[in-house]
């Protein structure tokens, strides 16, 4: 079977063909033999992409070798939930366990193909409120937009400073950047799902006064911008 990262608290699924693992998971094996063995591994199969001399091998990071325990009968294979012996997927990729005997003899137990999911960052995408507006420094603004991410919205937050225009900086257009603000933002889960859905556009709204935190004056500029963060989080 293999289990997600801790993080999104998802259960543990089968290690079944078409394998889709997101990257982190746990790959946890377990298998008897009808004949005793020395030694096992886990092994990834090299990825070989065209060259100017021929095929090369193309990875982004070590291929993974995890080395399985055996037990004392020589008939039992298994990775650990935690040690040298856990396997955890990074990478997509072609991957074996190679079995060796006392005599010296190997062969191959089993193969997988597993197709890693990374997981990104989620992606915001704001409505309102509009750049290049302008407005009193008692206004209030609407906040509107989406996030979206491969695996879920944890949260989002409007962050704002205001930037000073001094008698000096007017002259020369420069702004000085204020203290941070944040305000959090309603998300807004979509109808009949729980929690904030993998994948889809999470709704997320609040309203924003501007003369909260530092009280902007006539002349000076917000700059602002939402985060949201996923459960990695990131």
Known sequence: QWT???????????????????????????????????????????RMTGGVSGPVERRDSPPAFVPLAVDESGLSVATTAEGPRQWRVVESGVFVVEAEDEHGVSAE????????ALDSPPVVSLVAPIPQAYATASAQAAVRGTARDDFGVERAELQWRVGR??????????VSAGEPFSLTLALTPPPGGAGMSAGEPIPFAGT????????????????????????KPQ
């Open 208 to 231: 924003w006064s501007f003369a909260s935190g530092d009280r902007p004056a006539p002349g000076d500029v917000l700059e602002y911008r939402v985060v949201a963060w996923d459960r």
């Open 109 to 116: 137990l089993a193969r997988w193909v597993i197709d890693v």
């Open 4 to 46: 997600p990262p801790e993080y999104l608290s998802e259960p543990a699924r089968p290690l079944v063909q078409p394998v889709r693992a997101v990257a982190g998971s746990r790959i946890d094996l377990q298998g008897t033999l009808s004949r005793p063995i020395k030694s096992a591994v886990v092994k990834e199969l090299p």
């Open 165 to 174: 225009k001094s008698e000096t900086d007017a002259r020369s257009g420069a």
